[in-house]
């Protein structure tokens, strides 16, 4: 092998050290900070929303309703324009953001922690334990989740915590795969046989052992279900079945727009843009985190 020395090699070829910007760009790819940076956008409008909100997002004003935004001819009293309503687009963007953000968090949160669970379960039991919950997961993918989600809301209404749980189950069989198949493989290693040897109970072997190890993997699924989640509550809300006003979200601004496509098409233009983008930069902050730590990918 060819030893690399003051930029010639043993073999008398020449090579090209990496520069320092060559080495920051092959780490940190400029599509990465882009969405880093959206991502990290959406985070400060979601907490400090009730600070940037120029206007009440609720207050309505028939006199200034279907004003025009900025770049359509509008003033910069309403830099977004209004809707229907006279409403502020900007305002309730904002707003919308918060809410979507929150939701589409929380969501996340519970499937992972319901994944998690019963994929430990099944690793540690195994048997007719394992069947079962491998069962329920394939019924659970054989099943499209917005038949269910339709179905549920119809039934038990829509408030905002049925809405959040009932989000919080899409995306839980897949993290319970991936927790199951990790668990039984760090059951065959040295660290959590070495625990059980020592008289660690399954649970601290689990939590404290197991878990970290995992938790990379577990982290991916969870980016990587973030932007089904929020396409999941946009549509719902844009199908009239989701956040019901006064609450507002993103799909919820983008359905009532639909009517005014083509007299104001501002009113959806704003949230269709924050969903697309918001969703396109989670996947790529995912594929890149897997690319980075994920050990299993070379």
């Known amino acids: 092998m060819a030893i690399e020395q003051d930029g010639l090699s043993t073999d008398g070829s020449v090579f090209t050290e990496k520069s320092g910007l060559q080495a920051f760009l092959q780490d940190w790819p400029p599509m990465v900070i882009l969405a880093i940076a959206w ?34 001819g509008g003033t910069f009293n309403h830099v977004l324009g209004t809707d229907q309503l006279g409403r502020d687009v900007l305002s309730r963007a904002i707003a919308s953001i918060r809410v979507s953000i929150t939701i589409a968090l929380c969501a996340t949160l519970i499937s992972t922690i319901v994944g998690v669970t019963l994929g430990f379960i099944a690793a540690y039991f195994r048997g007719w334990v394992d069947q079962v919950i491998l069962t329920i997961v394939d019924a659970q993918l054989a099943m ?47 660290y959590a046989a070495a625990a059980r040897e020592i008289g660690a109970s399954p649970e601290r072997i689990y939590l404290r052992h197991i878990l970290p190890n995992i938790s990379a993997t577990i982290v991916i699924a969870m980016t990587l279900n973030v932007p089904g989640v929020i396409l999941l509550e946009s549509s719902l809300s844009f199908l009239g079945i989701g956040l019901q006003p006064p609450q507002t979200s993103l799909g919820n601004m983008v359905g009532y727009g639909r009517d005014y496509v083509q007299s104001a098409p501002w009113i959806m233009l704003m949230p269709s843009a924050v969903i697309v983008v918001t969703t396109l930069s989670v996947s790529i902050m995912g594929d890149w985190l897997r690319d980075r730590i994920d050990p299993t990918v070379k």
């Open 39 to 72: 991502l990290a956008l959406m985070v400060f409008i979601a907490i400090f929303a009730p600070l940037l909100t120029p206007y009440d997002f609720m207050a309505v004003d028939v006199l200034a309703r279907l004003k025009p935004p900025v770049f359509f």
């Open 144 to 190: 499209p989740f917005m038949i269910i989600a339709i179905a549920v809301l119809a039934f038990l209404g829509n408030s905002l915590p049925i809405f959040v749980m009932l989000l919080g189950l899409y995306g839980w069989e897949q993290v319970t795969r991936i927790a199951r198949g990790l668990a039984i493989s760090a059951n065959t290693q040295g």
